[in-house]
């Protein structure tokens, strides 16, 4: 069975996996590059990267496999893999030989998640390959710009890592199961595409940040540690609408909250309308600013901050790629249960 | 005689129609039986639910003794190739063999050589390139090379040529006489059946209408022609198969263990085309006549 397998599975294994490896090749020369632009640029790290046209390019071709990588094993590998055998009827050759339908499903599907997982292994490598961008967020660089983004932003996230292999797992499951369900092979994969990018939206939102309890710090607004000031409505009307942000402090963390308390420390939409003399605005007089300040904190206004620090990447990398495998095992039962079950 | 296939009840249900409801038949082992029903009657769904690809809605089939969904053991006994004899397109014909060799323990690895060859395939061609009768005879050299004890073939020689359909029969007999096999073969074609099988299975509306050994069939049936009488008149022991009258003559057919004594009968014999069209036809007057069907001896 395992040589039937592979012999129906090298060539779209090949076509992936080949294109991988050209990804991962590039990958490897660069990344002993971008350590080298590190230990060379310190601070002006960001900067000069930014120059590099290159390693740009890598990264973020790098990036794009990993996010493209779970869709096409689902779409390419899992839809087809039974569908196409329900369209043209070679289920009722392979299903009359000496085996049943569960062994062979089986074999099948064991061999195409090895090929996923070790698809999945691009995020290791990227992981691997931005080493010198994560040690820099550490060291407090920053460009405001895309390199400088700590990985443990869901963009970053997603993409690094065991999640990519997860990920692909259960990509080829959902195709799998597409092809189970509809039995049309362009049908299936047009499903699978779909949910794969569905799952891969929505696990970064609603997922991610429900992993683990994220720290809780509270702190006063001051003039140093605002990073963001917001207000909408009329300037001049008397109630305007303002929201501020403060800056967790911590390098390379990930803030899932940022609110204000009012005095008895319950959340509040708005700070009161006195607070806008408190925007960063050049032209203000910095006496009336520091007032300000001083008024939020006296009348007992402080700022909460949720976040996952930097330290927690491997440890909810690990819970989201047991969750999405968790899944994948689920919907794996599904598949033997309704090939013994549907399709006699 | 040891029971090769046994259905009781069986049906099974698509939405709201039956392709098979209330079938009950039994198939003896190490014969070639032919199946024979007009379309529609249910031989399809029969062949599929007795391998297993189907799953009954009603009723049980059994089949050497075992359910058909049953482990890999009891799919090795068994060997099925499907009405459209599908092969992979992309794989060779060399593979094909390949593929039996890996999944049936009992693969007869020099009988498939041999067919093939014998059949002019060319091991390197790719499946998808045969024609629809190089594909037939791909799928039955899996389906025989398997070596099973039981053998289903679904209009196996539906898109074979006279000739290759005359030397695949041939094949069949010969690989039933080497080794202890019993096959059920479906056609709606009887000379099929005339020249591979020694059993016949008539098969109308899930029904079977007559079952048995074929020359026990042909010696117990028999035409009469003569004056035009009622079938009140005959023998107790003349069971009517058919009948058909003009003013003066009727024309009987009937089934008779015992030998036709009247002098007023011309009796002649049947051949095997004649006695299927009979039966398929009453199961289609007793339909017209009164809308049920009644209860038939089942004739050994």
Known sequence: MIWLTWRQFRSSAAIVLGALVVGVFALAVTGPQL????????????????????????????????????????????????????????????????????RWLASKLGIAALGAALAGCIGLVLTWWSRPLDEAVLRGYTDNGPYSAPRLWPEVFSTHGVVPIGMTVLALVIGVSAGLVVRRAVAAMALTLATVVAVQVLTPMLVQPRLMTPETMTTAITSENLRGFMMSGDENAADPQIVVEVASGQVGAWVTENRTLDPDGRPVAYLPAWAKACAPDPRAVSAEVDACFLKLADEGYRQQVKYHPASRFWALQWRETGLLLVLAAGLTGFCFWRIRRDFT | MSTALQARGLGKRYGRTWALSDCTLEVPSGRVVGLVGPNGAGKSTFLNLAVGMLRP????????????????????????????????????????????????????????????????????????????????????????????????????????????????????????????????????????????????????????????????????????????????????????????????????????????????????????????????????????????????????
Request: proline share 5%; glycine share 8%; aromatic share 4%.
């Open chain 2, 57 to 300: 809605s009603a009723g049980e089939i059994e089949v050497l003794g075992a359910r058909p969904t049953g482990p890999d053991v009891q799919r090795a006994r068994v060997g099925f190739v499907g009405q459209d004899t599908p092969t992979y397109a992309g794989l060779t014909v060399g593979e094909h063999l390949r593929l039996g060799a890996h999944l049936n323990p009992a693969w007869d690895a020099a009988m498939a050589q041999d067919r093939i060859e014998r059949l002019g395939l060319d091991p390197k061609q790719r499946a998808g390139r045969l024609s629809g009768g190089q594909r037939a005879q791909l799928a039955l050299t899996l389906g025989v090379a398997k070596r099973p004890e039981l053998l289903l073939l679904d209009e196996p020689v539906a898109s074979l040529d006279p000739l290759a359909r005359r030397e695949f029969l041939q094949d069949l007999m010969e690989a039933v006489a080497d080794q202890e096999l019993t096959v059920v073969l479906s056609s709606h074609l009887v000379s099929d059946v005339e020249r591979a099988c020694d059993y016949l299975v008539v098969l109308v509306d899930s029904e079977v209408q007559v079952a048995g050994d074929i020359e026990h069939l042909l010696a117990t049936h028999h035409r009469l022609t003569g004056p035009r009488r009622e079938p009140a008149q005959l023998p107790a022991e003349q069971h009517v198969v058919s009948v058909s009258h003009t003013d003066r003559q009727s024309t009987y057919l009937v089934q008779t263990e015992a030998p036709i004594l009247d002098p007023a009968w011309e009796v002649s014999q049947l051949d095997l085309e004649d006695l299927v069209l009979a039966y398929m036809g009453r199961s289609a007057a007793q339909r017209h006549a009164n809308g049920s069907r009644p209860a038939l001896e089942a004739l050994r």
């Open chain 1, 35 to 102: 350590a080298d632009l590190l230990r060379d640029s310190g601070e002006d790290f960001f900067t000069r990267l930014s120059t590099d046209g290159t390693k740009k390019a890598v990264y973020l071709a790098g990036t794009a496999l990993a996010y493209a990588v779970p869709g096409v094993v689902g779409v390419f590998w899992g839809a087809p893999m039974v569908a196409r055998e329900l369209e043209s009827g070679t289920h009722r050759l392979v299903w009359n030989q000496s085996i049943t339908r569960s």
